[in-house]
């Protein structure tokens, strides 16, 4: 079974940046598109990005013009870039791969992304 394992989070000021990192410890197909999710204590799990195995993206309304999601194929990792944070940006981070919508592997640790003053 592949493990995804979410870095590159941590404590930054609003208007900050953060670039996430997503690697899987095996090998993903090329056909399936990868997503950014986070979650809060008080909402559960929601889409950020999705990235299709073709490169098309999509965004939710909070984060478009923000935040940039890409993927390395060659080296099973998909990225998110994060850009003028706000602190409703707060949240632990999910990646994960998916076919028509349907989630591929577990949901790994994630990573914690803070944005405070």
């Known amino acids: 079974q592949v493990q995804l394992v979410e870095s590159g989070g941590g404590l930054v000021q609003p208007g900050g940046s953060l670039r996430l990192s997503c690697a899987a410890s095996?090998?993903?197909?090329?056909?399936?598109?990868m997503a950014w999710y986070r979650q809060t204590p008080e909402k559960r799990r929601v889409l950020v990005a999705h990235?299709?195995?073709?490169?098309?993206?999509k965004y939710a309304e909070s984060v478009k013009g923000r935040f940039t999601i890409s993927r390395d194929n060659a080296k099973n990792t998909v990225f998110l870039q994060m850009t003028s944070l706000k602190p409703e940006d707060t949240a632990v981070y999910y990646c994960?791969?998916?076919?028509?919508?349907?989630?591929?592997?577990?949901w790994g640790q994630g990573t914690r992304v803070t944005v405070s003053s």
């Open positions: 994960n791969a998916f076919s028509n919508w349907t989630r591929i592997y577990d």
């Open positions: 095996g090998s993903i197909s090329n056909l399936y598109a």
């Open positions: 990235i299709s195995s073709g490169g098309a993206t």
